[in-house]
């Protein structure tokens, strides 16, 4: 049986060292995030946002206290069916020598050409597709042709958003683009998040301006919380 992520997320008091390095990367980490809330993470290089993106995502366990997902703690979950419901855009973009759209489409059985050109579209990266010569169906990697770093971006952005997840990370995946691409993905993302628990890692203000709520992080600890006007 498949259980359906809802979408509450919960840190009570997590702690992470990574075991290989034995830096402590989060320390008593605290923050609910109803269903379908927005949750923006910032903080200055190497204060912890990819750690934490990378927990929910239960790459790790955690060393101390709990990650709670609709009140039930992570790591009962059935870590397969759990992360077929999360969109997670890593930092670092993996794309495949295969097609566009099988690069949208990836790990799903069942998708329809509709359904990966809305992905691309709501991504900001369909008129760049439609201008190849073979649109979708162009290939990737070394024996096709190369992506600028803000295509790729967008493209493991629709990889994402194709799944209609209940939880959506984005891990600073928007640096890469310009401001006015940061801008339209940012519209289309707003229907699209809705409903959706989302956590942003971001740089700029343009991101996180909507956010619910603002945590800062410094040395793997939240300094700050709280929406952008009290911030
Ligand atoms: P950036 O903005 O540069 O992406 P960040 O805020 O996302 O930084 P993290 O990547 O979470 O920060 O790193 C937090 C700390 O954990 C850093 O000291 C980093 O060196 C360390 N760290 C990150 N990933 C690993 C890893 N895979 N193994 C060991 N240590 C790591």
């Given at each position: 049986t498949t259980q359906i992520i809802e979408g509450k997320i919960s840190f009570k008091d997590v702690s992470f060292t990574y075991p290989d390095t034995g830096i402590t990367a989060l320390k008593n980490i605290n923050f609910?995030?109803?269903k379908g809330q927005f949750i923006a993470i910032i903080g200055r290089t190497g204060s912890g946002k990819s750690t934490l993106a990378n927990l929910i995502m239960r790459m790790y366990d955690v060393d101390s206290g709990a990650i709670l997902i609709d009140e039930q703690e992570l790591k009962t979950i059935n870590l397969n069916n759990?992360?077929?419901q999360i969109g997670f855009v890593p930092q670092e973009v993996f794309l495949f020598s295969d097609?566009?759209?099988?690069n949208i489409a990836f790990g799903l059985?069942?998708?329809t050409d509709e359904e990966v050109e809305r992905a691309a579209t709501n991504a900001a990266v369909y008129n760049n597709i439609i201008n190849f010569e073979k649109k979708f169906e162009t290939m990737l990697g070394e024996r096709g042709i190369t992506l600028s770093g803000g295509q790729k971006q967008r493209v493991s952005i629709a990889r994402a958003l194709i799944k209609e997840?209940?939880?959506l990370i984005f891990d600073d995946c928007l640096s890469a683009v310009d401001t006015k691409t940061e801008e339209e993905i940012l519209n289309n993302l707003g229907r699209i998040m809705l409903g959706k628990t989302s956590i942003i890692v971001a740089h700029r203000i343009s991101t996180i301006k909507n956010a619910?709520?603002?945590?800062v992080l410094d040395q793997g600890m939240i300094i700050e919380q709280g929406t952008h006007q009290e911030l």
């Open positions: 609910d995030l109803e759990y992360r077929n097609t566009i759209k099988n059985s069942t998708v997840p209940k939880i619910d709520k603002i945590i």
